[in-house]
Nanobody, 125 residues
Framework: QVQLIESGGGLVQAGGSLRLSCAAS????????MGWFRQAPGKEREFVAF????????DYGDSVKGRFTISRDNAKNTLYLQMNRLKPEDTATYFC??????????????????WGQGTQVTVAS
């Protein structure tokens, strides 16, 4: 069992930056593939980024590629999402999620076993 707690959200002006953190409990964090998803009001949950448990592979949604960077520190049981050049359309609740390695798409939210409660990011124009 893994518990995930996001932090770092807030209000920022367009063009600004934020860094989200996701603190994980338990000693199995280092063996989990991790992802970030977001959901805006009235919209479906959207894939943002994932990182494998060894950090050897990352991937990003098209809308954030080149602006966001996912990383992890397994010694600190923490996942990060550095968000630069933020746009108003990045406004959403951001969730971190974890799953055991498995042969299924890391872009699909339905394949993740554990979820945090979310942190709100609001980008003002």
């Amino acid at each position: 069992q893994v518990q995930l707690i996001e932090s770092g959200g807030g209000l920022v002006q367009a063009g600004g930056s934020l860094r989200l953190s996701c603190a994980a409990s338990g000693r199995t964090f280092s063996t989990y593939n991790m992802g970030w998803f977001r959901q805006a009001p009235g919209k479906e949950r959207e894939f943002v980024a994932f990182i494998t448990w060894t950090s050897t592979l990352t991937d990003y949604g098209d809308s954030v590629k080149g602006r966001f960077t996912i990383s992890r520190d397994n010694a600190k049981n923490t996942l990060y999402l550095q968000m630069n050049r933020l746009k108003p359309e990045d406004t959403a609740t951001y969730f971190c999620a974890g799953r055991i390695p498995a042969p299924s798409s890391l872009r699909s939210s339905s394949t993740y076993n554990y979820w945090g409660q979310g942190t709100q990011v609001t980008v003002a124009s």
